[in-house]
């Protein structure tokens, strides 16, 4: 591999402690033209410090010290210019204990790296948070009743406990949602692939979210859409969560449509309209993004982003367009993605 496209810098120095060769990216963070770091100083090459103002080279001496060292570990440091960068060395000997012959020096920006731990940090707040709110209600209402249990009537305890009840069954879907989004996160989102109509789910999820409520909202549909492969208990969430969005954030339901797709793209659409504004382009790919809320009222912000793992992981896409009339339309592809053995 040519170390010019390796996106790390690299520095290799001999056993005299002079620089032999510097990769594309340690020149461009030096701001080094051609081979004028060739020959200097291992020291001078890299002018690094510490907060205390100690330099990389004598901090670390990567040619003393313990003879059995062969490894520098990761640790941040500071250029002359002020810039954080993230250096670790390789030290290799003629033989196990023997003098250092080259110390491979590895140089990386640590922008991506804090940015990343800030976003892990605002994740954990963002979690504790949330688990937090209804943990409140749990322990408000529970310590009162442990407390003052004779001062309430049998209708405000029964209206504190159904309380508690409502905020711990919140508690659990929350949980259920944070390690959905985990095994999204890891790729260990798994599937129990079965025959599936995607028709017969959206008919479904509509008769059981239209309870109470009268005739359920029609699913239109042909006769011929095609089974697919899919897990169906992973399905049926994508449907509900796609038509308590559309039904809560959308102004209602305008149409629910399940169609076949043609080839080059065999397999079935999906596509749920709403009464709503739409979402404007620039924030649809937003949507999808953890902790992503639209609105007062709206849940966790997970929905989405594990409605498209879903559909990813079963080979399928999903995006936002706008519905005929106004309105957001959301549609989701998925492939029959029928297995081999039964193809034949």
Not at 166 to 187: F, K, Q, V
Not at 278 to 306: C, N, T
């Amino acid at each position: 591999m040519d170390l010019d496209e390796f996106p790390d810098g690299v520095l290799i120095a001999g056993p005299d402690g002079t620089v032999e060769y510097v990769n594309a990216r340690i020149r461009a963070m030096a701001r080094a033209t051609g081979d004028e770091m060739i020959g200097m100083r291992l020291e001078d090459a890299l002018p690094f410090d510490d907060l205390n103002g100690n330099s990389w080279y004598a901090c670390t001496r990567p040619y003393d010290g313990l003879s059995t060292r062969t490894r520098i570990s990761e640790q941040a440091w500071w250029s002359p210019r002020g810039s954080e960068y993230l250096i670790t060395a390789r030290l290799i000997r003629d033989r196990p204990g023997g003098k250092v012959q080259r110390v491979v020096v590895g140089v990386r920006n640590a922008r991506i790296r804090n940015q990343r731990d800030r976003e892990r940090s605002d994740l954990v707040a963002t979690v504790a948070h949330e688990l937090r709110s209804p943990l409140t209600g749990i322990k408000g209402f529970t310590s009162t009743l442990l407390t003052k249990w004779d001062r309430f009537s049998e209708e405000q305890r029964q209206l504190m406990l159904e309380t508690v009840d409502a905020d711990a069954d919140r508690l659990s879907r929350l949980i259920t949602e944070l390690l959905d989004a985990a095994r999204i996160d890891s790729g260990r989102l798994t599937l129990r692939r079965g025959p599936v109509r995607l028709d017969e789910v959206a008919r479904h999820v509509m008769t059981i979210v239209s309870a109470g409520a009268g005739d359920p909202f029609a699913v239109t549909a042909p006769d011929d859409v095609p089974t697919i492969w899919g897990d169906a208990d992973r399905l049926t969430q994508v449907v509900t969560n796609l038509v308590e969005n559309a039904m809560r954030h959308g102004f209602g339901l305008k149409k629910v449509e399940v169609s076949p797709t043609s080839p080059p793209d065999d397999g079935v659409a999906l596509e749920i309209h709403d009464n709503g504004p739409g979402i404007p382009k620039e924030m649809r790919q937003r949507v999808f993004s953890r902790f992503w809320r639209a609105g007062p009222g709206a849940g966790s912000g997970l929905g989405m982003y594990i409605v498209r793992g879903i559909v990813e992981e079963h080979g399928g896409s999903i995006d936002i367009q706008d519905s005929d009339g106004g309105g957001a339309l959301i549609r989701i592809w998925l492939p029959v993605n029928e297995p081999d053995a039964l193809a034949e």
